[in-house]
Every structure is written in C-alpha cells, then in structure tokens.
C-alpha cells in the first residue's frame, strides 16, 4: 500500500500534484481542506464551526480533522493507498494518523514537502483566488495568516516524519511536470 503525505504551505501546489499522483498510483485522495468545504456546502453544524475558524485563516481542531480521516479510511477499506492533502497539520494530527493507520495494518510510506517561499505563495493564492471562489484566497492579510498558520504550527510536522526517516523536501517552483517527476522519484526510492 503506498500512503503518502504530501505536505507545502498554502500554494505550494499540492492539489495540482495531487490530482496527478492520484491518476498514476490509483490512490484515494483525502484533503482535509476539501471535507470540510463540503461539509460548509451541506449546511451541517460542523461546517459552520468550521467555517468561522477557515474564515480567519486558523485551523480547526485536531479532533474535528482526525474524526473525518478516520471515516474515510472505515470507507475505503479496498484502496490501494492513499494521498493525505493538508492533513496531518499539526504533531497530534500525525500521531493520531500513524495509529490509525497501524490498525488498518499499514502505515505512511513517505512524506514530500513542495518548499516555496512566502512571497511566491501570496501571489498564486491571490491569482488563485480570481477563479476558485474561496473567500479564503481573495484577502491577502488571510493569505498571510494562513501562512503563519502554517510556519508556526504545521512547520513541525515535517520533523515527526523526519524522525522516522519519511521525509524529502522539493523544490515546489518551477515546471509542473519536473516537479511531478521529482515526487515519483521520491516515492520510488521510499517504496523500495
Ligand atoms: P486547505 O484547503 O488545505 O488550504 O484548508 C483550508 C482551511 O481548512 C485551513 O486554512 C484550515 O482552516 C482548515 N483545515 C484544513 N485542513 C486542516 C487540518 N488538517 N487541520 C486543521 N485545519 C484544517
């Protein structure tokens, strides 16, 4: 089973890579981000918490994110691995993943940060904001706070897998497909 954690700050194009790791190794894609507008779409109570913490660029609770991961891996018991986008977020987040992957039998295979600097991630938030309707990439103070965010307590989640010797960081500018390359590179190495 190959489960990779694909890890970057806002912007650094994990849902672009994602879409593309997903067709190659038939993976089960679980963004957090994703669940949660859904929930927001559908009206349910947890949305609307949710949606008062995303609005500020803050994150939602470990127990809120852990229990939908949790439910979608009861629900896809059959896949042949998995693609966690956005999650785990914080150090409690990837504890709680490694134990619930364990008593599914299997565990993360390797994470991959895409590193791309501040300045670069406010302006493709901000672009991306133009067409994909989320209030969260129209407003550049948010922009920054979600990168905050992230520095502060996301930043650390990289070390927990460093530990354990499932880290590669690459570098998340340039051509789609290079970097797409470098990741499957990455991933072979890891699954060998
Ligand atoms: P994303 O689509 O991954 O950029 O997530 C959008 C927003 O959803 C974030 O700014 C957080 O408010 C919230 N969120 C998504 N995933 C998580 C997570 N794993 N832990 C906490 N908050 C999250």
Redesign the pocket.
């Known amino acids: 089973m190959l489960n990779l954690v694909l890890f970057g700050p806002?912007g650094a194009g994990k849902g672009t890579q994602s879409e593309k790791l997903i067709l190659k190794y038939n993976l089960v894609h679980l963004?957090?981000?994703d669940l949660?507008r859904s929930q927001i779409a559908a009206g349910t109570e947890l949305g609307l918490r949710a949606k008062q913490?995303?609005d500020q660029?803050?994150?939602?609770p470990d127990e809120v994110?852990i229990g939908m991961i949790e439910n979608k891996l009861q629900e896809n018991q059959s896949a042949a691995g998995f693609i966690f986008d956005?999650?785990?977020?914080t150090v409690p987040?990837a504890e709680a993943l490694d134990q619930l992957l364990a008593q599914h039998n299997t565990q993360i295979t390797t994470m991959v940060a895409l590193v791309v600097d501040d300045e670069e991630l406010t302006r493709r938030l901000l672009l991306r904001g133009q067409t994909s309707g989320r209030p969260?990439d129209q407003n550049e103070e948010l922009i920054r706070r979600?990168v905050k965010e992230y520095n502060d307590k996301t930043a650390p989640v990289a070390g927990y897998y460093n530990q354990q010797g499932k880290f590669a960081a690459i570098d998340g500018i340039g051509n789609i497909e290079t970097i797409f390359d470098h990741i499957c590179a990455e991933i072979q190495q890891a699954s060998n």
């Open positions: 806002p963004s957090t981000g949660l913490l995303m660029g803050l994150l939602v994110v956005g999650f785990p977020r987040q969260d979600r």
